[in-house]
């Protein structure tokens, strides 16, 4: 490093600079900022010189700094979220809904907003996230291609992670990615409907009894249709609205009579008479498919009013 030639003003020569640490204050957006830095000096006349690559190591480190200070996910982590979930970074942009060239930007160093940079921060740190926006949002990309390979690498990386996900896991990220605000409430009323319906339609139980890790982290095609239909149809009502309609549910009433002093937290409703029941909606309702959902909805909706 200190054979570096470099041109003096001072001197009007080139010069061997020396390098040497500072602490820098620097203005940045009206805040004030410290860092380490690096500054390069002419032996000769000690004055500072100028080295591009140095000049660019301290942009680096005053803009690591701006991003620590306002807790912006750091740079080296925003790019490997490409990698990591193989991905390129316009089909990323186009996923998220961005600007095609927002994040390429992003890699070459301008700062992300606070909320852009909070959904990498949350998708470098959490793969199952990422799944989710993967899935609910895979009509943004131009490509199948693009969907596969993520896919695979995503589950890859899903794998390997240390964290055994059940499959509630898995459909409650995505039921909160598709409906963007869910109460905890709606979410488990919502979670109660979809194992229903998917045992009427698909004839078994999308949750398994036990939390048992589940060893494929995707949702089938049958499945997805049916939880979408549940996000269109029931998500719309708010957490209290669909708790009216479980109280005037087989499964609830039920499992109520059967404990009639027991809090209602404390109820747990069996997956069998969640299944016996949509079973038989589905048949009074005449139910062809995932999308009649609606008229159960609408005939519960009326039905409290
Ligand atoms: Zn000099």
């Known amino acids: 490093m200190d054979n570096n030639m470099t041109y003096c003003d001072e001197c009007r020569k080139d010069v061997i600079y020396i390098e040497k640490e500072m602490v820098f204050r620097e203005r940045l957006n009206g805040k004030k900022y410290t860092y380490k830095g690096i500054m390069a000096i002419c032996p000769k006349c000690g004055s500072e010189v100028y080295v591009g690559e140095i000049m660019d190591s301290n942009m680096d480190a005053i803009y690591a700094e701006y991003r620590r200070k306002n807790s912006l996910i750091p740079l080296e982590k925003l790019l490997e979220i490409p ?5 390129g970074k316009r089909p990323l942009s186009l996923l998220l809904g961005w600007g095609e060239l927002t994040f390429t930007r992003y890699c070459e160093g301008y700062m992300p907003t606070k909320q852009y940079s909070d959904i990498l921060q ?10 989710s926006i993967l899935e609910s949002k895979r009509d943004n990309l131009k490509s199948n291609i693009s969907y ?22 898995i459909v409650s990220e995505y039921v909160k990615t598709k409906c963007e605000d869910i109460s905890p409430l709606a979410l488990k009323k919502a979670l109660y409907y979809i194992q229903g319906f998917c045992y009427a339609f698909n004839g078994e139980y999308i949750f398994p009894d036990n939390l048992e890790p589940c060893k494929e982290v995707g949702l089938s095609q049958s499945e997805k249709e049916v939880i979408d239909s549940v996000i269109k149809n029931l998500c719309c009502y708010s957490g209290i609205i669909l708790k009216d309609f479980t109280r005037l549910e087989e499964p609830w009433l ?6 009639p002093d027991t809090e209602e937290s404390d109820i747990t409703i069996s997956r069998e008479s969640i299944g016996k029941y949509f079973v ?22 009326r039905k409290i009013n």
């Open 254 to 259: 039920e499992a109520k009579k059967d404990l």
């Open 83 to 87: 990698k990591k979930y193989g991905i």
């Open 148 to 169: 596969e390979k993520s896919l695979r690498a995503t589950n890859t990386v899903i794998k390997e992670s240390m964290r055994p996900i059940t499959k509630i896991d």
């Open 280 to 301: 038989s909606v589905k048949e009074i309702f005449k139910m062809t498919g995932p999308s009649d959902i609606k008229v159960y909805a609408r005939k519960m909706f």
């Open 122 to 131: 949350k998708i470098y740190d959490d793969p199952n996230y990422y799944y």
